[in-house]
């Protein structure tokens, strides 16, 4: 029973193949070509690196970190790099580039197609460590390969830019809304502190809270000094003598002083130490509620100033480290340096085959 016929059964059936000189010679030919074909065109290749600036969600989380809560989702989570790179690689990067080039022949959606693709093949993004990106563009053309990576580079900072502003629009009207409840909230609060002095008659309560203590202590120190005194002057007087008809007088005047004060009625000054402390406490909520107001409404305008900034350095999202230039070592066409190896190795599998051959297949005389 005859083996099967495989391909190295009508590779090694072919005349010139068991012809030893010819096989080696037509081989050899074949190699030369396809290594010339390798070299030339020569392929220039053409690179830039690229460091992304993440100035806006760096610099500005720090700014509203002060303020506590949720307020940092405003910026987003999101890596920088990968973001970049995935908008590098996009389709209306490559469509804009292969229309700045010149290479779209047509209206039709193919050749539109077609120009991509060829952006596609010639121009390749890629990450490198430390968040770089690198723009690498191949071809037969030294100037044409750096001005493809101009292009593709300034298309691409273009578009981030354009993104940017988008990005940085949406903030701002996020936090306009923010800012115009936060305004209106410090208005009412400033408003609530105003009323609550007015119908009250207090300006400072916590320093009009320690007068009236102070004024009923002087008070009380003063009765008992006064009735010490009059216990003095009953010694040597009768109850109807001048000094201790004045003692008296007096005594009942700082006893109703003192009555007036610790029952909330205000005295001239209008101050009274029991009314004012429940005043104090009423006014210090207030002034909280005040404070916070105004710490937010701060915040929202240091945020708000930040956005500000940020659109206005949107066009610097990218910072050329190294401008496009020409790879100096030797790049070779793909497919014929892959024929060429394929062929190489052929040629010393044959010289092999031939001079050790498997079973089945006769020895050729040299």
Same mark, same amino acid.
């Given at each position: 029973m005859?083996?099967?016929?495989?391909?190295?059964?009508?590779?090694?059936?072919?005349?010139?193949?068991?012809?030893?000189?010819?096989?080696?010679?037509?081989?050899?030919?074949?190699?030369?070509?396809?290594?010339?074909l390798a070299i030339f065109?020569?392929?220039?290749?053409?690179?830039?690196?690229?460091a992304p600036q993440d100035s806006d969600t760096a610099s500005l989380r720090s700014l509203i970190a002060q303020m506590g809560?949720?307020?940092?989702?405003?910026?987003?989570?999101?890596?920088?790099?990968?973001?970049d790179l995935a908008i590098g690689r996009s389709f209306e990067?490559?469509?804009?580039?292969?229309?700045?080039?010149?290479?779209?022949?047509?209206n039709s959606p193919a050749q539109f197609g077609d120009a991509v693709r060829k952006v596609q093949k010639h121009?390749?993004?890629r990450a490198l460590r430390a968040g770089i990106l690198e723009i690498e563009v191949t071809g037969h053309d030294a100037a044409d390969v750096v001005n493809t990576v101009n292009v593709y580079s300034d298309v691409m900072r273009e578009r981030l830019s354009r993104l940017s502003d988008e990005k940085a629009d949406?903030?701002?009207?996020?936090?306009? &809304?923010?800012?115009? /409840? !936060?305004? $209106? @909230?410090? &208005?009412?609060?400033? /408003? !609530?502190? $105003? @009323?609550?002095?007015?119908?009250?008659?207090?300006?400072?309560?916590d320093t009009q809270t320690d007068q009236a203590v102070a004024n009923l202590s002087g008070l009380r120190a003063r009765y008992q000094a006064i009735q010490v005194q009059l216990a003095k002057l009953r010694q040597f007087n009768t109850d109807d003598s001048f000094e201790v008809r004045s003692a008296q007088a007096e005594l009942a005047g700082l006893q109703k002083q003192i009555a007036a004060s610790?029952?909330?009625?205000?005295?001239?000054?209008?101050?009274?130490?029991?009314?004012?402390?429940?005043?104090?406490?009423?006014?210090?909520?207030?002034?909280?509620e005040l404070k916070f107001a105004q710490s937010v409404y701060d915040s929202y305008m240091r945020y708000f100033e930040g956005s500000a900034i940020e659109k206005l350095t949107a066009n610097f999202n990218m910072q050329v480290i190294e401008p496009a230039n020409l790879?100096?070592?030797?790049?070779?066409?793909?497919?014929?340096?892959?024929?060429?190896?394929l062929l190489a190795v052929i040629g010393v599998a044959a010289e092999f085959i031939f001079f050790r051959p498997p079973p089945g297949i006769p020895r050729v005389a040299e």
């Open positions: 005859r083996r099967p016929l495989s391909i190295l059964d009508v590779i090694l059936g072919w005349s010139w193949m068991r012809r030893p000189w010819l096989r080696r010679a037509i081989l050899a030919l074949a190699c030369v070509v396809l290594a010339l065109p020569r392929v220039y290749v053409a690179e830039m690196k690229l809560g949720n307020y940092a989702a405003l910026l987003g989570q999101h890596e920088a790099v990968e973001i990067v490559q469509s804009e580039v292969a229309r700045r080039l010149g290479w779209v022949k047509g121009a390749e993004v949406y903030k701002r009207t996020i936090l306009e &809304q923010r800012m115009a /409840a !936060a305004r $209106e @909230r410090l &208005q009412n609060a400033q /408003a !609530a502190v $105003e @009323r609550f002095r007015q119908n009250n008659g207090v300006i400072t309560p610790e029952s909330g009625i205000p005295n001239k000054a209008g101050l009274s130490a029991s009314s004012l402390g429940s005043k104090s406490l009423q006014f210090a909520k207030l002034e909280q790879d100096l070592g030797w790049h070779f066409n793909t497919i014929p340096a892959i024929l060429f190896l």
